[in-house]
């Protein structure tokens, strides 16, 4: 892992739906049409097809085998109980961990990923947040309390990065105890920040107050991270993997999101300079977003902008638009995300030999899916720098990507092909040749492009299948030649992306079935 800044979702339902406050951070060539490696691509996601599957009729029945989906569902459990594992008070290996800390990872030599970071603490957070609504187990809701409650204390612990109002809103990590880590972490200034989650049921009139109290100076937790954001969102930071001092595309999207939502959180509490400052703030932010990070020549997003040495592919576009991205800012049914994703994988479908492996594992007996790494130049292999590794975590968000697609596609009625995103949905297409135009719900090729969608979102999460253990736990990654697990061994974030798809996954099947 490397240095992050600090985000923070607050899901806050009382009448304003789910409120999503991310910190953010501060300082701190694609495949042509008809070509070999296109062809390659299709005879992965496509062997042994019907030459005409457009004309096949639409049913259920044909998503997914039986066992992939039983597969799935168990994979779901066993992940969230991992996850578990790694959340204090309760988890098997967080026995040294104060209430409220997610480790992780339980791996403390080569690596040594036993700590709690901002990021990954926020993410997993949101996973537990979202189960509780599910089944509103009061052992969960303990968890998120305590989770909460620590958020407010680290904000006040004193570290490397500065205090309260100095600057140490952004520190990256922190020791399980609570402590500062201050051993060496790249650092510029302010640079990370975490994620809090709160849920619906505890936002009573004294919980909202004790997150969000509209004063200036601030001692709540949301206001807090909101008015860094807000004074830091146009400064340089390091990246999501927390390697490179730039401009960055998760970053700003993400932070873009904290001040949209922050800016009606405060509305709806009679903070209205404050929801005043968060919208100026975001409507600049947006357009940074808009105008900058988009590259034509190249046909995908850019992950930085001013790094030469790196080419701007990386699987931290994608999911800055799974926890950033707005209907009107780079969703992922967008043009712009669904060209960047097909470019990403295109790229990781030849860099890692284990891409070109078969497997009997894999859905219908076809041959799995795309790894995915974290970006083309990576050299991290978990320990050392020899190879870059596809990651778990990375492959999943394809998948929740695309379900996240499918899910808006069939609630609006339809979906346009055009010169931005015609090479994703030609890879969908048998014959590879997607037809530009205006496709709506009730037709044929409407569903089969969202049918042809599904079942290569399904692909990515096929090759979870196949580089999992047999009792389903999962790794940071995954060898890029045979295979085999690598870096820290039970990655938290890695089965928190894993459950994120399985859930997006069930939303777009219910959506394409109803």
């Known amino acids: 892992m490397v240095l992050f800044k600090r985000q923070l979702f607050s899901i806050a339902t009382s009448g304003l739906g789910c409120l999503q406050l991310a910190r953010g951070y501060a300082i701190g060539a694609g495949y042509a049409i008809g070509s070999p490696i296109l ?86 957070i ?40 100095t600057g140490g809103l952004g520190e990256p990590k922190f020791l399980v105890d609570g402590a500062p880590f201050t051993e060496f972490v790249t650092r510029v200034f302010q640079f990370v920040g975490g994620l809090n989650e709160t849920h619906p049921k505890l936002l009573d009139k004294g919980w909202l107050r004790k997150m969000y109290d509209g004063k200036m100076p601030t001692q709540s937790v949301i206001k807090a991270d909101l008015e860094y954001v807000a004074r830091s969102w146009d400064l340089p930071g390091f990246d999501l993997w927390e390697e490179i001092n730039d401009k960055h595309f998760f970053t700003a999207i993400v932070q873009h999101r904290a001040l949209v939502e922050g800016r009606d959180f405060a509305a709806a509490l009679g903070d209205t300079a404050a929801a005043d400052w968060y919208e100026t703030q975001q409507n600049a932010l947006k357009e940074t977003l808009l105008k ?23 699987a931290a576009i994608l999911l800055g638009s799974l926890h950033g991205g707005q209907i009107d800012v780079f969703p992922a049914w967008s043009d712009s995300i669904l060209a960047s994703l097909h470019k990403l994988v295109a790229d990781m479908a030849t860099r890692h030999p284990v891409n070109s492996l078969e497997s009997p594992a894999s859905p219908g007996g076809e041959p799995i899916g795309v790894g995915i790494g974290r970006y083309p130049e990576d050299v991290y292999d978990g320990v050392g720098f020899t190879m870059g590794n596809p990651w778990f975590l990375c492959t999943s968000t394809v998948s929740s990507v695309l379900y996240k697609a499918i899910s808006h596609f069939v609630l609006q009625g339809y979906f346009d092909i055009n010169d931005t995103n015609i090479c994703f949905f030609n890879s969908l297409h048998p014959s590879g040749s997607a037809v530009p135009g205006h496709y709506t719900n009730g037709t044929p090729e409407f569903m089969a492009y969202l049918k042809a969608m599904f079942q290569y979102a399904d692909r990515f999460l096929a090759v979870i299948r196949q580089h999992a253990t047999n009792d389903g736990r999962l790794s ?39």
């Open 39 to 124: 062809h390659d691509l299709q005879r992965v996601f496509y062997k042994e097809r019907d030459p005409a599957p457009f004309a096949k009729p639409w049913g259920a029945q044909q998503l997914a085998p039986k066992s992939f989906e039983e597969w799935i569902q168990e994979q779901r459990a066993l992940s969230f109980g991992y996850l578990l594992d790694n959340v204090a008070p309760n988890g098997t290996n967080t026995k040294d961990a104060i209430a409220g800390t997610v480790i992780a990872s339980p791996s403390r030599d080569k690596p040594d990923y036993y700590y709690q970071w901002v990021r990954d603490s926020a993410i997993t």
């Open 126 to 165: 949101g996973n537990v947040v979202d189960e509780f609504q599910r089944t509103k187990d009061l052992t969960l809701k303990a968890a998120i309390d305590s989770y909460a409650n620590l958020q407010g204390v680290l904000q006040n612990t004193f570290n490397p990065s500065g205090g309260y109002t």
């Open 292 to 314: 900058k990070f988009w590259n034509e020549k190249k046909g995908h997003i850019m992950s930085m902008l001013n790094t030469p040495e790196r080419g701007g592919l990386d």
């Open 476 to 514: 940071e990654q995954f060898h890029s030649e045979d295979g085999s697990q690598q870096g820290a061994r039970d990655l938290t974030w890695s089965y928190g992306s894993f459950i994120g798809a399985v859930d997006d996954r069930t939303t777009a099947r219910k959506a394409l079935i109803d």
